[in-house]
Every structure is written in structure tokens, then in C-alpha cells.
């Protein structure tokens, strides 16, 4: 030691391991250091001490505030000429492995000994890879802390878009546990949350079909990897309504399948649009086949008619002069004559069906027109034992329609509701608005008859459609309202149940200039 040494208290080997101690303990990298050069400053014995921590572009932060700052520039120089200091100034490059941190810097007010320099040295060296993990540490929480936004965002965005779906989806995995869980079935056809959902299998939770049932769904794809699309019904919801079922297989990177997700769609309209759209085509097929037919029909009924007509004329010349006719021949004529004129009834109809001769139409209050259909039947022999009631709205929009061929549909589906009420009962004639512009006007025939069997709801506007006994029934009464209704622009509808009476739904287009 040189007499011009600042005189510590304690060995300098001491105060090293004093000082790597304190580096070593404490949680936060800047207090540990400042502790350890405070310590090394006191045993200095210094009066006063500045102490100061450079990175790669200038000062970092001033760990002790001295009279006199070491300038960046200060610091580089001598830095450059091979490091170390001069009597009360001290510099120490920081490096940890291949990285040069910075450096560090302390004066003193008193000059700096080799114990006290080989002291600082050792907390720099201390230092370096200390301030490297806690500026990578820094630097990786950073970075962690960005992917982690990052994947929560885009965790959300999947879960909107999952959620926005219009279709309710789930997720099992090879468990069978739930892992996703949209927002529509929550609400949707069975209303299970997402915290009672996720985690817990689909068995417990899904009951449409047996778990085995189930299991087998969910096993096929597993095992095939293969789509599986089906369609259920389901009346959980009240009403019955039509779900497409799909499966899909979902791999979590390699090949094996991790997860199967459930789409469950709501088809219902789509399935009854498109019935009503093959039904539609159906008819439109029967009416043009019928009108081929009948007009071929017609010119031998002319003909049958008018020969009939000429042998009646011809008796009549023959028993004129004298000739014993057979009186049975009148008879036979006159049968033949009121068959005729039945087939030709029945042709009439269905043209009527086929192609409904379009009317003249003037604009139409649908509320009288269901006034005068009610008081045409209301006296009717059938209608004796049933009561017959109208709810009308007066907001009604009016329709352009021919009022005599609305009332002609109108009685059809009233002495229909008779029918199917032998007893008693109660027929209802309702009007109300549509929501729709196409669809403003609704007239509907509600009764609390037999209903109609599901099987024979498809058939019933077919002509010659019947279920009623032979002489009863010609089963063209709804092709006809059909043929009517649809040449009004408008459209039929029937709501009905084995058991559960009918409502038959007239739907018409509003009139404007009216
Ligand atoms: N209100 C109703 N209630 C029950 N069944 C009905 C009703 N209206 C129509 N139907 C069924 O539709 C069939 C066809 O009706 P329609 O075309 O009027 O012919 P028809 O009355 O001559 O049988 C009927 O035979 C009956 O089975
Ligand atoms: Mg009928």
C-alpha cells in the first residue's frame, strides 16, 4: 500500500467478499449496486463520492450524485487509453460475456488506492452480467408481455367472430370435454352458459340422444376424419324446428385429429321455403298436365253433348211418326246428358285451378269480403251446429282482388272447417296486417276440427286430393282457392296437427293506389 492511500478500516480481500455479499442479496439489481459502492465509498473513507453508470449511448442513471459529473466523453477517453482512472477517478467497462454494456464510474474526493480500485473493479465485474439478465430479463418481459397482448387480441378476435356466428358451435376434445362453447349456444337451443359448459363432457350436458349416441357421432369423425352432416328435430325451444347438425375434424398441428367441432344450424325456414318452393312447382306441373288434359277432354264432352242432343230430336222425329221409342231411351239420354255436364264441372274446376281465368280486379276491403262469405254459409244446413266468429282489424290494407273469387276461397276453406268438425265447434274468419309489403293482407280460417295428418299436409292442394268419402269429397276445392290466390299475387299457407285443428292463412299483397 502507498503511504498516499486513502486508509481503509478493513482488509481489502474483506471488503471484496463484503461487497460481492451485498451484490448478491436484495432483489433489485440499482439498489444492490448503490449498496455495495455506498459501502465501498465509506470504507474509503471518502468525504464525498459521485458514482455513475454509462450504457453503450451515454449515462444511465447517476447512482450518487458527486460534486463534479464524469462526462460521457470523459468516460470514453478513458476508456480508450486502456481503462482504469486516475487518482480520484475511477472507470470500469461493464461486460457480460460479448457484450459491452457500458461502464461504470466513480470519484472521489480522496485519491483511490489499488485496494479501493481492485474493490470497484470487482463490484463492475459483479455488476455486468447482473445488469445483462436484468436488461434481458427487461427485454423478454417486454417482449413477452407485447405476444401476450398480441395473442389476447387476436383471442378475442376469434372469440367476436365465433361468437357473431349465426350457428351455435362447440368444441370437444379426445375427451369428449368442451373446449369452446359460442355465445348462440348459450342462448340457443338447449341455453347452457360457458362456465357451466366448458370442461365438463358433452354428456353431461347435451341430452337430444342416449351418451352412446352420442359417443358414436363424435367416434366416426375421430376414427374417419370424414365431415358428418345430418339434420335433427328438436322441440326444445317450444315449437317444433329443424336443425342441421355438422361435424367437423380439427388437427392441433400434426396429423392425429385433437378436436371435433359441432356446428348446430337453424333450418327450419330454409327447410319450409324450401317445400313450399318444390310444392309450388309440384302444382304448377299437375295444373299444366290438367289443363293439357281437360282441353282434350272438352271437345269429346262437345261432341258426346251434341250427339246426345241430335238423338233426342231424332226420337222425338221418330215417335212424331208414329214409331214405338222405348221410353228408357229418354232416360239414357238424359243420364248421359247430367254426366256430361258433371265432367264438364269438374273441368271448369280445375282450369280454374290451372290456370284461374284472371278476373277483373278492383281495389278490395278484405274485412267485407269476409262479411259476405260469412253470410253466404251462416244459413247453410252444415253450419247449423257450429258457431262462426269473426275477429276483424279494421287497419287492414286494402287488396286488388276479384271479391267474388275471394269469396268463392273463403267459403271453400269455411265449409272445409265444417267438415272437419262433424259435431260441433267453432270456426274463426281473422284479418290482420302482414309484415311485409308482398304479404300486407292476412286472412285466416281457424278451426277446431280433426286436423291434418302430417303425411297428407303435402298433398292437399294437389287436385283430386281427398280423404273424404266417395260423392263427399272431389278434392278440388283447396287446388282451386290455390289457383285463385296464387293469381292474386298472394300465397296459402296451413298450420295444422292430427288432432290439433287448423288454421288455413291467406296471404295477399297490399294495394298501393288504393
Ligand atoms: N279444415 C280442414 N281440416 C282438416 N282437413 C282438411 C281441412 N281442409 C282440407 N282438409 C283436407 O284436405 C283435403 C282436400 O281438401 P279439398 O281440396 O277442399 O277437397 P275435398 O274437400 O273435396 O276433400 C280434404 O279431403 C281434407 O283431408
Ligand atoms: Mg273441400
Known sequence: MSPSDVSTTVHPLALVSDIAVRLASGDDVVTRTTDALEHLISALGAREAGLWLYGANGLVCSLRAGDDTVSAEEVAALLDAGGGGHDTLAVRRLVAGPRRLGALALRTSAPLGSDALLAFGTVANILAPELSRADQLRKLEGEIERRTRQLDDEKRFT????????????????????????????????????????????????????????????????????????????????????????????????????????????????????????????????????????????????????????????????????????????????IIDAEVQRCKRIVDGLLDFSRPRSADKAPAAINDVVEQAV???KHHSRFRKLQLQTRLDPDVPPVMANAEQLIQVLMALMINAADAMPDEGTITLRTRRGISEP??????????????????????????????????GTGLGLSICYGIITEHGGRIEVDSAEGAGSTFRILLPGNPQA
Open 375 to 377: 253470410f253466404l254459409v
Open 159 to 334: 372469440d367476436q367472430i365465433v361468437d357473431s356466428l349465426p350457428v351455435g358451435l362447440y368444441v370437444i376434445d379426445r375427451e369428449y370435454r368442451v373446449q369452446a362453447w359460442n355465445r348462440k349456444r348459450e342462448t340457443g337451443m338447449q341455453g347452457i352458459s360457458r362456465e357451466q359448459a366448458l370442461g365438463r363432457t358433452i354428456f353431461e350436458i347435451l341430452h337430444r340422444a342416449p351418451a352412446e349416441n352420442l359417443r358414436r357421432e363424435f367416434d366416426e369423425v375421430f376414427r374417419t376424419g370424414r365431415m358428418q352432416q345430418f339434420t335433427i328435430e328438436s322441440r326444445a325451444s317450444g315449437e317444433p324446428r329443424a336443425y342441421r347438425i355438422t361435424k367437423l375434424p380439427m388437427r392441433m398441428g400434426d396429423s392425429a385429429i385433437t378436436h371435433v367441432i359441432t356446428i348446430g344450424e337453424d333450418v327450419t325456414d330454409w327447410t319450409q321455403a324450401q317445400d313450399r318452393f318444390a310444392q309450388s312447382e309440384k302444382l304448377a306441373a299437375i295444373g299444366q298436365l290438367a289443363a293439357g288434359v281437360m282441353h282434350e277432354v272438352n271437345n269429346p264432352l262437345a261432341t258426346i253433348s251434341a250427339c246426345a242432343e241430335s238423338l233426342g230430336l231424332r226420337l222425338d222425329d221418330l215417335r212424331a211418326a208414329g214409331v214405338d221409342v222405348p221410353s228408357q231411351s229418354d232416360e239414357f239420354l238424359r
Open 439 to 472: 304479404e300486407a293482407v292476412i286472412a285466416e280460417v281457424i278451426d277446431e276440427g280433426q286436423g291434418i295428418a302430417r303425411a297428407d299436409l303435402a298433398r292437399i292442394f294437389e287436385p283430386f286430393f281427398t280423404t273424404k268419402a266417395p260423392g263427399r
